[in-house]
């Protein structure tokens, strides 16, 4: 069986997740050679009957639709230990096995930001999401969301009228949009982003697996920006995930007579910053550079740490791989992928670090994903 | 030289503060015995040139107008050292030597709550103060405000709509009132709450006293709430006072297209208390119940242990004092002054700790400004 195959046989196994599946690996060295051992071999290394059982007779007819769905080549799998599994989304406790992608996998482990919020929002509410995804995706931010209606569909749409990045977490298979009334604009982001699920093709939509797909909408980005919500929502329930994994919590207020005000008021009582411009959030993510220069965030009980005090407009020394970047880039407007060719740094490495220069002023961003170095002369 | 005559010219003296006040009269034993002192005498106290100057000749015929707007028995004259000056004022370091009233002196004492915000508030802002003011006024807090135009005047007019207490702390001398299109008001207040100022008689607006009159505004009061207000405001500077003084700081969110609401955003990110509701005020002065059954405030530093944990709904075991106060409270409805004449406690201590049995639970309050024990088997 090749590497893929056991790949997605393992996707589809029962309780299978990323804790459970780094020890195997390493025990095993592949998943091919894991899904070929013998039952006494599996249960030597302590796996639990139901999954042994489920090895012996996988599901052969899922698995090949798997493979076939992933033939164009916009369709991708990335499973735990590959490149393209994201960084941040490997820090969860719980974090998935495997994603299934429809769009451009770089995007995963770009800058993201999360916005989430009400399916009800008031018309203000759906404009401001809109509003603010068009900018912060215009500023090299990936907007991340869930595909639900109201406030995701607006930071979706916002973030694709900026020309700017999406990324939709799916609470189905990526064979079953929900909602269907957002089935175009499901087209439109694995055009020009990506849809993402850890839910096998195939997998309807069930009730509970919607809050289990926000830990990954949280789970991928930075920080969570809640737009309009009830004091009982989902968007709650990402906040909360998005605080317990230790990213920033952001919230915009409004009006004490607006229901949907209150959940937002609720997260900025129990600290969550409170956002009215889209400077608001940079200045946070700012105050972040240092964070993001390193691969992993800090504990959540180390956050004053995660504050540096920035001082003058330019920021802090650069580091060395922040000085080659820079060398790398010149005044002519130049892409990620020529920049990860001229220094040998991964992808998202380069793009995390351009949205840091960007914000100390040291590199301007340009239409299309392309930027140049600020002459320091200005 | 009568002892009131002698605080009246000192209340006029340039620069004579309660600061200046305490030791002088101290060591003088009186005001009259301090204005009589000859110059070599006062020298000899360390009292400047100014000062002595003033004292050789001191306005005559301002002081006797002044003791003649004091004959009507709503008038009042309380200096430093009276029992009617309000402690809370006199932790100020920068507290005023006396303070000229019209209308019922106990409210100085009373526990108050400083509701302020922009003179052009949006029509929202105007019912919201209203509303907060009459519930909170009915609840048995005086509503402290600056008779300005906008939320100033809608938070007193709010406090009289709930036969509820309001005080006014006027920036300039009590016989011209300011703005004139308040005079009215400042009628209904005089009559119901009281007018207060320190400046003497006769002083016209000037627009240096209006900040100095806000320091009095939140120094004589628990907290201060700001309802709606620009970022640069005369209401930040009350709040930025407030919180200098160890007071607390309450603030309105709202709208982020509301250009009144940037000022509430701005305290909230400062520390301020986020407030949708009437409620959310009671909690925190409930959470300093612990604090009002003592005679000072805590230093500023020291903020977070004002905040002792509550456990359940009967609050933490009562002290002795209240046990007394309690006990003097039958279940007929009761006022103020008869709780003072059966504890010997001060009237100052009696309604706050009124205010705090009523928020734990202990007491009902009753139109009119009666109290009665509840019930403990309901």
Not at 109 to 122: D, H, I, K, W
Request: a negative charge.
């Amino acid at each position: 069986m090749d590497e893929l195959t056991a790949s997605l046989t393992l996707a589809r196994a029962p309780g299978f997740h990323a804790g459970i599946a780094g020890p195997l690996l390493q025990r095993f060295g592949s998943a091919a050679a894991l899904v070929s051992s013998p039952p006494s071999s599996l249960r030597g290394a302590g796996i639990d009957d139901k999954l042994i059982a489920y090895l012996q007779s996988p599901p052969a007819r899922e698995i090949e639709n798997d493979l076939r769905w992933l033939e164009p080549s916009d369709r991708h799998f990335v499973a735990w230990g590959s490149e393209h599994y994201p960084r941040l989304l490997a820090e969860l406790s719980d974090a998935p096995f495997a994603l299934y992608v429809r769009g451009d996998t770089n995007l995963l482990s770009m800058p993201q930001l999360a916005m989430v919020g009400a399916r009800n929002p008031t018309p203000t509410g759906s404009e401001t999401a809109h509003g603010f995804a068009t900018h912060l995706a215009r500023c090299g931010l990936t907007i991340t969301s869930g595909l639900a209606v109201g406030i995701d569909t607006a930071s979706h749409r916002g973030a694709l009228a900026g020309q700017g990045q999406t990324l939709a977490v799916c609470g189905t298979g990526l064979d079953v949009i929900y909602p269907r009334g957002n089935a175009t604009l499901a087209e439109k982001i694995a055009a020009q982003g990506a849809l993402v699920s850890e839910f096998p093709l195939g997998t309807p939509p069930h009730k509970h697996n919607f809050p289990r797909r926000n830990r990954i909408i949280s789970g991928l980005s930075l920080g969570t920006l809640v737009v309009e919500a009830a004091v009982q929502s989902g968007s709650l329930i990402t906040a909360r995930l998005a605080s317990e994994q230790g990213r920033e919590v952001f919230a915009i207020p409004g009006s004490i007579h607006n229901p949907l005000a209150r959940g937002c008021h609720r997260l900025i009582r129990q600290g969550a910053k409170l956002v009215e411009t889209a400077d608001d959030i940079f200045e946070e993510l700012h105050a972040l550079a240092g964070l993001l220069r390193t691969p992993t965030f800090l504990p959540q009980d180390d956050r004053s740490r995660r504050k540096p005090e920035i001082s003058g407009d330019s920021g802090p020394p650069l580091d060395k791989e922040y000085e080659i970047l820079l060398d790398a880039l010149g005044f002519e407007p130049t892409g990620v992928d020529l920049l990860v060719v001229r220094t040998g740094l991964r992808a998202d490495e380069v793009a995390s670090m351009l949205l840091i220069l960007e914000l100390e002023g040291h590199v301007l961003s340009h239409p299309g994903g392309l930027y140049v170095r600020a002459d320091p002369r200005q």
